[in-house]
T-cell receptor, first 111, second 114 residues
Framework: QKEVEQNSGPLSVPEGAIASLNCTYSDRGSQSFFWYRQYSGKSPELIMFIYSNGDKEDGRFTAQLNKASQYVSLLIRDSQPSDSATYLCAVNMNQGGKLIFGQGTELSVKP | DTAVSQTPKYLVTQMGNDKSIKCEQNLGHDTMYWYKQDSKKFLKIMFSYNNKELIINETVPNRFSPKSPDKAHLNLHINSLELGDSAVYFC?????????????FGDGTRLSIL
């Protein structure tokens, strides 16, 4: 089992829809969870981080964490073509700042 | 104002050569990292330094040697380059090495081995 798993996609949604990106992780002791966006040929850019169970909202983005199910998700409301990118889930497994990344989910928002 | 900067952006070289990549951050962070992103876009940590001290050293060939002259700089030297070293190498930094600190990435160095 991979330490952090994501569906590789591509996930295709129409403009204005809600995009739902999912991530599961293997280490129950994981502390912190991060979502990064990476455009093709660019560097990962931090979008959201979440530490506690529940929802955390920032503009059109909502991160959801369920530690009992070892599951973290990212919702993007009112998706725009500019949201088309690869979304990387990263988990800090309490190993001195060591981030474990999933393989990323490619999102395509169609006009 | 570039927060985490890497040089060079592109590096094309032949197998067997030795090369270095430099990284500097102006965020005042204590911790810096090197990641490798392969052709399948999988991002994996290689090393991290906290205030010039090595704290994470993943299973990386000893041809790779990081050096941190001060907490704002972390360089990566690679000896005897191999075809499999072709990848994008990202430098990152965080406030400190605590688990709740987000990491901020540089623009990456695309290394191509001929």
């Amino acid at each position: 089992q991979k330490e952090v798993e994501q569906n590789s996609g591509p996930l295709s949604v129409p403009e204005g829809a809600i995009a739902s990106l999912n991530c599961t992780y293997s280490d129950r002791g994981s502390q912190s969870f991060f979502w990064y966006r990476q455009y093709s040929g660019k560097s990962p850019e931090l979008i959201m981080f979440i530490y506690s169970n529940g929802d955390k909202e920032d503009g059109r983005f909502t991160a959801q964490l369920n530690k009992a199910s070892q599951y973290v998700s990212l919702l993007i409301r009112d998706s725009q073509p500019s949201d088309s990118a690869t979304y990387l889930c990263a988990v800090n497994m309490n190993q001195g700042g060591k981030l474990i990344f999933g393989q990323g989910t490619e999102l395509s928002v169609k006009p | 104002d570039t927060a985490v900067s890497q040089t060079p952006k592109y590096l094309v070289t032949q197998m067997g050569n030795d090369k270095s990549i430099k990284c500097e951050q102006n965020l005042g962070h204590d911790t810096m990292y090197w990641y490798k992103q392969d052709s399948k876009k999988f991002l994996k940590i290689m090393f991290s330094y906290n205030n010039k001290e090595l704290i994470i050293n993943e299973t990386v060939p000893n041809r790779f040697s990081p050096k941190s002259p001060d907490k704002a700089h972390l360089n990566l030297h690679i000896n005897s380059l191999e075809l499999g070293d072709s990848a994008v190498y990202f430098c990152a930094s965080s406030q400190d090495g605590r688990t709740d600190q987000p990491q901020h990435f540089g623009d990456g160095t695309r290394l191509s081995i001929l």
